[in-house]
């Protein structure tokens, strides 16, 4: 039996804005060489190994984007580790208007609905461009979070990045010990098929079993996934 990680509680000193609502996680920390010094070292390397070939790759895709119209990346504040908010950037996949189209897809779409309220998110979302299904599906859309990881704000492997308002959502603890990931647990096994608060599940058994080993069957897992073209 696996004893409790922690409990999560309001940091009573952080400010209240409407942009940031500050938390505090308060755990039995797990520690180990991999998990407070090797990994991140993994991420580092691992991310300026990849530069060279990745950053023409975005600048590409960005100017193909901007010929769409409107701004080739996209960013939005997420969750990441004791609840710190960090901007996530990804390449842009939605029409301009996205967020007026999807309050009005949803009223007018009580399965949609259902749906969002379950999963948060649609498997077939409106507001998703032509060319944005060709970024997600591949998974490049998120080639821009490269930079978060080596901002430190994000790891290769991690829990999936959460909106601030999705965390009365989310039941789960292991979250906030860890930096969000661009692949992880979740990502490359329920993703399409699972409720929003099954993560969790997933992302307390990635912060108990973290270990280089587990960190390199999740990336060729991914692997598998973005050729397959399920996405991650």
């Known amino acids: 039996m696996t004893a409790p990680i922690g409990r999560f509680v309001e940091d009573p000193q952080a400010p209240r804005t409407i942009h940031a609502r ?61 609840g710190k908010l960090f901007r996530m950037w990804k390449l842009r996949t939605m029409v301009v208007n996205a967020d007026e189209m999807i309050i009005g897809y949803l009223n007018a779409n009580p399965e949609a609905k259902a749906e969002w309220d379950r999963t948060q998110k649609l498997r077939n979302d409106p507001r998703i461009s032509e060319f944005g299904h060709f970024l997600r599906k591949s998974s490049l859309d998120e080639l ?10 994000m790891s290769l492997v991690g829990p999936r990045p959460m909106l601030e308002y999705q965390q009365p959502l989310y039941p789960g603890l292991g979250y906030y010990a860890l930096r969000p990931g661009l692949t992880g647990y979740w990502q490359v096994t329920e993703r399409n098929h699972s409720s929003f ?6 992302d307390d058994r990635y912060e108990e079993e973290l270990s280089l080993i587990n960190d390199v069957k999740v990336m060729y897992k991914t692997v598998d996934v973005v050729l397959k073209g399920t996405g991650v």
């Open 22 to 82: 500050k938390l505090r996680a308060t755990y039995r920390r797990r520690r180990g060489v991999y998990r407070s010094f090797v990994k991140r070292l993994s991420d580092l390397f691992l991310v300026l190994l990849a530069a060279p070939m990745v950053v023409p790759m975005v600048l590409l895709l960005a100017f193909i984007v901007s010929r769409k119209g409107g701004r080739p990346f996209y960013s939005q504040l997420r969750v990441g580790k004791d």
């Open 144 to 153: 821009p979070q490269l930079w978060n990881v080596l901002k430190g704000d």
């Open 197 to 202: 608060a099954e993560r969790a599940w997933y």
